[in-house]
């Protein structure tokens, strides 16, 4: 059973962070997706995703790529990056959805641990303005 919390990352709402503990199901995953989705929606401002899967795993590897896919394909037209905290198979599926698809995967970042990818938000964010 997995323990998964969505919450937005920093005062001002622009960064949502999901943390995945444990073993999760996809349809766990999408609806926390969805969740963290509407939240972005229904900002004026650009928002920025980070998603912890560092201690968390999927109970079916199989669709790994495909939903990765789905994931993006559906962000909202808000979002600004996707900063995934890796698991071995989630550095595994985001390093070959990159080169399948570098059009689709160019807003998303890896990152080894929480305050890594919120410095590399800051940075992009930085160099945007």
């Known amino acids: 059973m997995?323990?998964?919390?969505?919450?937005w990352d920093d005062a001002e709402e622009t960064v949502v962070r999901m943390t995945f503990v444990g073993r999760f199901t996809w349809e766990e995953f999408f609806a926390t997706q969805k969740q963290g989705?509407?939240?972005i929606e229904g900002k004026p401002h650009r928002c920025d995703i980070i998603v912890d899967l560092s201690r968390g795993s999927s109970t079916n590897?199989?669709?790994?790529l495909t939903n990765a896919k789905k994931t993006l394909q559906n962000a909202p037209s808000n979002l600004g990056r996707f900063v995934v905290i890796t698991s071995p198979l989630a550095?595994?599926?985001?390093?070959?959805?990159k080169?399948?698809?570098?059009?689709?995967?160019?807003?998303v970042l890896?990152?080894?641990?929480?305050?890594?990818?919120?410095?590399?938000i800051a940075k992009e964010r930085a160099s945007a303005s």
Not at 61 to 64: E, L, N, Q
Not at 91 to 97: P, S
């Open 91 to 97: 550095n595994i599926v985001l390093t070959a959805l």
């Open 37 to 39: 989705s509407d939240w």
């Open 110 to 120: 890896m990152a080894s641990r929480l305050e890594q990818a919120r410095e590399l």
């Open 61 to 64: 590897a199989g669709p790994a």
């Open 2 to 7: 997995a323990e998964i919390t969505i919450e």
């Open 99 to 107: 080169r399948l698809d570098p059009a689709l995967s160019a807003r």
